[in-house]
């Protein structure tokens, strides 16, 4: 499972030509959400980040259950970011991400980003959930073979 989550994150980072993506999972009992997975990180500072629903930008798209973007089309992005923990940490200007959910529940939230300010694309935003709907269908036929 890790390999296939590295390798998704890396070609997620191709194609939509970002510089950074994670994935962070929701925990089910202390509904903390960690970034387990990261491609493209320039420091380890992503390890300590730890959210509850509503806060920084995993917290955001869990809360709101629907994809949260910050970038040039954001008025005061650049401001915005400063509220945003992995933004800091990886100096990025630019952000993406969308909820990972297997039947109706939260999972966690996929993410790329940026080093420069940019705007994503409307394809790229698919792209991203399109990429999480299969990371859930992986994550789910995982859960299964464990039980």
């Known amino acids: 499972m890790q390999v ?5 994150l890396h070609s997620l980072r191709e194609t939509t030509s970002s510089d ?20 493209g990180n320039q420091n380890e500072k992503f ?10 930008i995993a917290g ?4 709101r259950r629907r ?9 005061d992005a650049g401001m915005q970011r400063m509220n945003f923990p992995i933004m800091l940490a990886e ?17 966690g939230v996929l993410l790329v980003a940026s080093r420069s300010l940019r705007q994503f ?18 994550l789910r036929a995982a859960e299964l073979k464990n039980d």
Do not use: H, T
């Open 121 to 138: 694309l409307s394809r790229e935003i698919e792209m991203l959930e399109q990429s999480a709907d299969r990371l859930a269908v992986l």
């Open 47 to 56: 390890k300590n980040i730890v959210l509850r629903p509503g806060k920084g």
């Open 91 to 107: 100096n990025l200007q630019s952000a993406a991400a969308v909820p990972v959910r297997i039947s109706e529940e939260d999972w």
């Open 60 to 63: 955001e798209v869990l809360r």
């Open 67 to 75: 994809p949260f973007i910050l970038d040039a089309s954001v008025q």
């Open 4 to 8: 296939q989550i590295e390798y998704l």
């Open 20 to 39: 950074f993506s994670a994935l962070g999972f929701l925990e089910p009992l202390d509904q903390r959400i960690r970034c387990d997975y990261v491609s």
